[in-house]
C-alpha cells in the first residue's frame, strides 16, 4: 500500500518563528488533506490539497502530485499552532480510504 | 452543530467487557470511517461503511471488533472481551461521497477515548 512519511517528526519553535513540515508519498494520490492535532487531541481540517496551493491567514501548503509531496507552511507561529500535524493521502488505485503519516510534533515556544 | 458526532466520549471498561462507540455522520454524508489512534501514535484505518454495507474492513482486527452502518440511526463499533491493548482513541469520519468516486474531504469527529482497567 502507499506510504507517507513526515518530517521532521518533532520541531520546536520560539513565537514568531517560520516553519515549513514536509509529507512525501510513495504513489499517485487522489486527495490529500493537512490536519492538526491539538492537545486536547481535537482533528482540525487545515487543507484538503489534492495539488496546487492554497493559503488561510498564516498557514499555506502546496501539493506537487506529480513529484508526490506537499508542503505545509507555518508562519509567525504562535503558541496556539502546538500540537501534531498529520498528513494523510488517499491513493488512486480504488482503496477509497485516507492513510496518515506519522506527524510531525511541533512545540511553539512563548 | 453539523458535525461528526461521536459518543461517549470517554469510556472506562474492566477486561472481559463490551465496548461500543456510536457516530452519525455529517448531515447529507453517507460515508462512515473508523480510525484508531494508541497513545502517541498516528491514526490508522479501521473500516470503511456505507449504509447497511461495510465497504472496507482491512485495518479491523479479525477478532472481537466489528462495525455496522444501519439504515436508520448511527455507526456502531463494538469491541467484545476488551484487553488493555485496546485502550486508546477511536475517531469517526464522514465523506461526502466515496466508492465510485473519490473520497473527497474527511470530517473528523472528537473522537471516543477508551480505557481499559
Known amino acids: 500500500g502507499i506510504q507517507v512519511e513526515q518530517s521532521p517528526p518533532d520541531l520546536i519553535l520560539q513565537e514568531g518563528a517560520n516553519s515549513t513540515l514536509r509529507c512525501n508519498f510513495s504513489d499517485s494520490v487522489n486527495n490529500l488533506q493537512w490536519f492538526h492535532q491539538n492537545p486536547w487531541g481535537q482533528l482540525i481540517n487545515l487543507f484538503y490539497?489534492?495539488?496546487g496551493t492554497k493559503q488561510n491567514g498564516r498557514l499555506s501548503a502546496t501539493t506537487v502530485a506529480t513529484e508526490r509531496y506537499s508542503l505545509l507552511y507555518i508562519s509567525s507561529s504562535q503558541t496556539t499552532d502546538s500540537g501534531v500535524y498529520f498528513c494523510a493521502v488517499e491513493g488512486t488505485s480504488g482503496t477509497y480510504k485516507y492513510i496518515f503519516g506519522t506527524g510531525t510534533r511541533l512545540k511553539v515556544l512563548a | 452543530n453539523a458535525g461528526v458526532m461521536q459518543n461517549p466520549r470517554h469510556l472506562v471498561r474492566r477486561r472481559g467487557q463490551e465496548a461500543r462507540l456510536r457516530c452519525s455522520p455529517m448531515k447529507g454524508h453517507s460515508h462512515v470511517y473508523w480510525y484508531r489512534q494508541l497513545p502517541e501514535e498516528g491514526l490508522k484505518f479501521m473500516v470503511y461503511?456505507?449504509?447497511?454495507?461495510?465497504?472496507?474492513e482491512s485495518g479491523m482486527p479479525k477478532e472481537r471488533f466489528s462495525a455496522e452502518f444501519p439504515k436508520e440511526g448511527p455507526s456502531i463499533l463494538r469491541i467484545q472481551q476488551v484487553v488493555r491493548g485496546d485502550s486508546a482513541a477511536y475517531f469517526c469520519?464522514?465523506?461526502?461521497?466515496?466508492?465510485?468516486?473519490?473520497?473527497?474531504?474527511?470530517?473528523f469527529g472528537e473522537g471516543s477515548r477508551l480505557t481499559v482497567l
Open positions: 490539497i489534492p495539488s
Open positions: 469520519a464522514s465523506s461526502p461521497s466515496g466508492a465510485a468516486t473519490n473520497t473527497g474531504e474527511l470530517f
Open positions: 461503511l456505507q449504509k447497511e454495507n461495510i465497504i472496507d
